[in-house]
């Protein structure tokens, strides 16, 4: 698309029908609140795989059966779809995308709210607080990371992650719960017999390791305490806030906040608040202003259980999102000034539950006449429900089973036999030593990039179909793992990276408002809507 077209598609855009919100002119029709709900990577399929195992599974872990998207719909909620392509391509990125739900103008990959032509654009949030209202960012990755950033910075590249930490704190975006300490601290903390490692260390009463990224001496936390905020780090500090506070700063980790699976396991000896927990805070504090608040909470780590092609954690960070929203949905159950909306900036994986010429099930015989004589069976196999159970059951994310426990083996201890005995431990999709030497198995990398982030391996997993579609190389071993267990799973996964999908987009709230998104959307429209939500208090 040239420019030219831009500029039509933008008075296009500006041109759609301002919401009726104040046409009938009854107080309790505003919309005071916006809470935006975004699964990174969360396409249709893997909403299908919550909700499938919701319907499926033995005995799942949801009340009823009832998933909060299928309750969302059953209270009424308006149901819509967007596309989520990037400004110029088919495919698209976390940066783009959410850049685009944020600005409602169109991005290109990699950019954290800028437009298509490079220049700065105002987001929602930042509308937002422009009107008065509170802001808030909780998000289960970094702060800085793609889709929180893209709604309070402005950079060119997704990667500069220490300039987003400085535009989040300059955009004072009110309460901001999420990981990434390494983007906050100085770079001098790197140092362990540094004073401001030690003081670091007893600030954060030791939950986090002490590791900085940044290139420089600043330490954001201390300018945010100057602007402010309270600061905590883990969940007793993130309770002893009061609610009454206004600005918050809680970041509980390093890197990311840990994947569905460990929350899980760990959630009631955990030091680390939840996604749900972050979001109950969030709101407790966001709701004491009078003249509303914009909240988009992201739960990131879709997307990665996603990339890494990991189904059994995928369900977990499912399991995750389910959670919070359900929390959300309670909170604002009967509130006619609330608008929730639950969507994706795309789909990741190309994941899906598959029929296979594997292991066809034995004849059955069934009750009806049709099949009295010869009993029934399938011509494939369609993927016994059983197998939705032993996903859950997953001990380890495939993360943790390569990078964490067999590296850090001895090199010599690093055989094939080793990876076997570790998988089959975690998972109940059990693998041979012939299959662990192939996702251990190596080549040359034929993508070779000098100097880029992803491709710079001389040396790469061994992938034999679709190598260029799986781009973050040195985690490649996961996805080799899942190409084992696809049959046994009924899984198929088509690369590792994103598909251009279109997503769902889930809204809840005043029927009037909530029906103008029942229609076919790209992201920058659906974030146009939610600017005009914004604006129509
Ligand atoms: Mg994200
Ligand atoms: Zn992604």
């Given at each position: 698309m040239n420019k030219i077209c831009f500029h039509l598609l933008s008075l296009a855009l500006l041109a759609l029908p301002s919401l009726s919100i104040q046409a009938d002119g009854q107080s309790n029709n505003k919309i005071k609140n916006v809470i935006l709900i975004i699964g990174d990577g969360m396409g249709p399929a893997q909403i299908?795989?919550?909700?499938?195992?919701?319907?499926?599974?033995?005995?799942p872990v949801i009340e009823n059966r009832i998933t909060a998207f299928t309750?969302?719909?059953?209270?009424?909620?308006?149901?819509?779809?967007?596309?989520?392509?990037?400004?110029?391509?088919?495919?698209?990125?976390?940066?783009?995308?959410?850049?685009?739900?944020?600005?409602?103008?169109?991005?290109?990959?990699?950019?954290?709210?800028?437009?298509?032509?490079?220049?700065s654009s105002v987001t929602a949030l930042e509308i937002a607080k422009k009107l008065g209202k509170s802001t808030g960012l909780v998000s289960d990755v970094r702060l800085t990371h793609a889709t929180p950033a893209s709604f309070a910075a402005h950079q060119a590249s997704r990667t500069m992650e220490n300039k987003i930490a400085i535009d989040l704190l300059t955009t004072g975006v009110d309460v901001m719960l999420s990981g990434g300490l390494r983007h906050w601290i100085p770079e001098q903390a790197n140092d362990k017999s540094s004073a401001i490692f030690k003081q670091l260390t007893e600030l954060t009463t030791g939950s986090i390791k002490i590791t900085s990224k940044r290139k420089d001496q600043r330490n954001l936390l201390m300018e945010a305490q100057q602007a402010g905020y309270q600061l905590a780090f883990n969940k007793?500090?993130?309770?002893?806030?009061?609610?009454?506070?206004?600005?918050?700063?809680?970041?509980?980790?390093?890197?990311?906040?840990?994947?569905?699976?460990?929350?899980?396991?760990?959630k009631n000896h955990s030091t680390i608040p939840t996604l749900k927990e972050m979001s109950a805070k969030a709101l407790d504090v966001l709701q004491k202003n009078d003249q509303g608040f914009f909240l988009m909470i992201e739960a990131g780590l879709i997307d990665w259980a996603a990339h890494d092609n990991d189904t059994g954690t995928l369900l977990h960070e499912m399991l995750k999102i389910n959670e919070t929203l359900n929390y959300v949905l309670d909170w604002a159950a009967k509130r006619e000034d609330?608008?929730?909306?639950?969507?994706?900036?795309?789909?990741?994986?190309?994941?899906?539950?598959?029929?296979?010429?594997?292991?066809?099930?034995?004849?059955?015989?069934?009750?009806?006449?049709?099949?009295?004589?010869?009993?029934?069976?399938?011509?494939?196999?369609?993927?016994?429900?059983?197998?939705?159970?032993?996903?859950?059951?997953?001990?380890?994310?495939?993360?943790?089973?390569?990078?964490?426990?067999?590296?850090?083996?001895?090199?010599?201890?690093?055989?094939?036999?080793?990876?076997?005995?570790?998988?089959?431990?975690?998972?109940?999709?059990?693998?041979?030593?012939?299959?662990?030497?192939?996702?251990?198995?190596?080549?040359?990398?034929?993508?070779?990039?000098?100097?880029?982030?992803?491709?710079?391996?001389?040396?790469?997993?061994?992938?034999?179909?679709?190598?260029?579609?799986?781009?973050?190389?040195?985690?490649?071993?996961?996805?080799?793992?899942?190409?084992e267990v696809a049959e046994q799973q009924s899984v198929v996964w088509s690369n590792g990276t994103?598909?251009?999908?279109?997503?769902?987009?889930?809204?809840?709230?005043?029927?009037?408002?909530?029906?103008?998104?029942?229609?076919?959307?790209?992201?920058?429209?659906?974030?146009?809507?939610?600017?005009?939500?914004?604006?129509?208090?």
């Open positions: 299908g795989l919550l909700e499938t195992y919701a319907r499926q599974a033995t005995n309750r969302m719909l059953n209270e009424g909620a308006a149901l819509g779809i967007s596309m989520t392509y990037a400004a110029n391509v088919m495919g698209t990125d976390s940066a783009s995308s959410a850049t685009q739900l944020a600005t409602g103008k169109a991005a290109r990959p990699d950019t954290i709210g800028i437009d298509s032509d490079g220049n007793q500090q993130l309770d002893a806030i009061s609610e009454q506070s206004g600005k918050i700063l809680g970041i509980f980790s390093d890197s990311n906040l840990p994947n569905g699976i460990k929350a899980h396991r760990t609330t608008m929730v909306i639950v969507t994706a900036d795309h789909e990741t994986g190309g994941f899906g539950f598959s029929y296979s010429a594997n292991n066809i099930l034995a004849s059955i015989s069934l009750p009806g006449a049709a099949f009295k004589e010869t009993g029934y069976q399938s011509s494939f196999n369609y993927g016994a429900t059983q197998i939705l159970d032993k996903l859950y059951n997953q001990k380890l994310s495939y993360d943790d089973m390569l990078s964490k426990v067999f590296d850090s083996l001895d090199s010599e201890q690093k055989t094939p036999l080793a990876l076997m005995k570790i998988i089959n431990q975690n998972t109940e999709f059990k693998i041979t030593e012939q299959q662990a030497a192939r996702v251990l198995a190596t080549e040359q990398n034929d993508y070779y990039v000098a100097d880029h982030k992803d491709l710079s391996l001389k040396q790469v997993p061994k992938m034999d179909v679709n190598d260029a579609f799986f781009v973050y190389q040195s985690d490649n071993r996961r996805n080799l793992l899942a190409i994103h598909t251009a999908s279109p997503v769902l987009v889930f809204v809840k709230g005043n029927k009037k408002v909530s029906d103008d998104f029942v229609r076919f959307m790209w992201q920058p429209e659906l974030g146009q809507k939610i600017i005009e939500l914004i604006k129509a208090d």
